[in-house]
């Protein structure tokens, strides 16, 4: 009963974004509708949990997630050019995690998103999202997770908060929120995702004592992306912009800590089986 309410939801937003589409055809650029991502709140909403994700629950659900996931696909150049930044930064946050979660279900169980490498193919470069039009090179080839992320995420839009958004299905990852991104509250959202990320203890650690931070190895695959040349910043200046409660009331100390980074966990985030 759970699974058609879903559904009938999801084909009411479908019905309901045509609406909103046709009835702004005529309205300026800048007027322009955001993109109706309700579909993929309600589906994590129902299926993250905590740090993981009920992945034989998302199964259940897979007629709203291809649903969803479809409707990313048909938008089109033009229609993203209409939308400000936050609304296309938004956008393809959405589409990355969709895409990995589709990934997932396709081939579910799995034991890691790592052995579904095809050859010499990574998952990450596997042509999987139909959006060719969106092809950086112009080639008339689907998308692949790279492509979203080192392509178009990373040199688009130069925010290194977006390491804490997209989520890569593992227990390594920064965790998946529980809530599609939205254009109007992305500032907001971006903060959230990297203060909780920091502040857990299970992928990254703060010693004040020692003056020692252990980080996620996130932090040193994307060092570059962490610097701000202009602003003359750097990690140490970032850490403690988002800096976590146990860190101490004035951490002052980060800036000059000695870092070092983790082992990444490629186990699939999925919920104890055990326990169910």
């Known amino acids: 009963m759970k699974s058609l309410t879903l559904l009938f939801l999801s084909l009411a937003a479908l019905i ?24 993929l709140t309600m589906l994590l909403e129902r299926h993250v949990k905590e740090d993981r994700v009920d992945y034989v629950g998302l199964q259940r659900d897979r007629a709203m997630l291809d649903a969803y996931a479809k409707r990313l ?18 956008f393809w946050i ?20 790592n052995d579904l490498a095809k050859k010499d193919v990574s998952p990450w470069d596997q042509p999987l999202i139909p959006m060719q039009g969106f092809q950086p090179d112009k080639k008339k080839v689907d998308l692949s997770l790279n492509d979203v992320e080192q392509r178009i995420l990373r040199p688009t839009f130069k925010d290194p908060r977006a390491h804490a958004a997209v989520n890569c299905a593992s227990k390594g990852c920064p965790p998946l929120r529980a809530e599609a991104f939205e254009g109007a509250k992305l500032e907001a959202q971006l903060d959230e995702q990297m203060k909780a990320f920091l502040a857990d203890r299970n992928r990254n650690r703060f010693e004040p004592k ?4 252990v980080l996620n190895k996130i932090f040193e695959w994307y060092a570059d992306d962490f ?7 750097d990690l140490g200046d970032f850490l403690l912009r988002f800096a976590p409660p146990s860190a101490g009331a004035t951490p002052t100390w980060i800036p000059t800590a000695a870092i070092s980074f983790s082992n990444y966990d490629w186990t699939l985030n999925d919920i104890d089986r055990k326990k169910q």
């Open 227 to 233: 610097v701000d040349a202009k602003a003359g910043t």
């Open 94 to 113: 959405n589409v990355y995690n969709t895409y990995t979660l589709k990934l997932i279900v396709d081939h579910y169980p799995v034991a890691s998103i």
């Open 210 to 213: 020692t003056k020692k931070i």
């Open 16 to 39: 309901a974004g045509s609406f909103v589409a046709a009835s702004s055809a005529n309205q300026d650029v800048a007027k322009a509708a955001p993109f109706d991502h309700r579909m």
């Open 73 to 90: 696909a048909a938008v089109t150049p033009k229609e993203l050019d209409a939308w400000d930044k936050n609304e296309r930064f938004a």
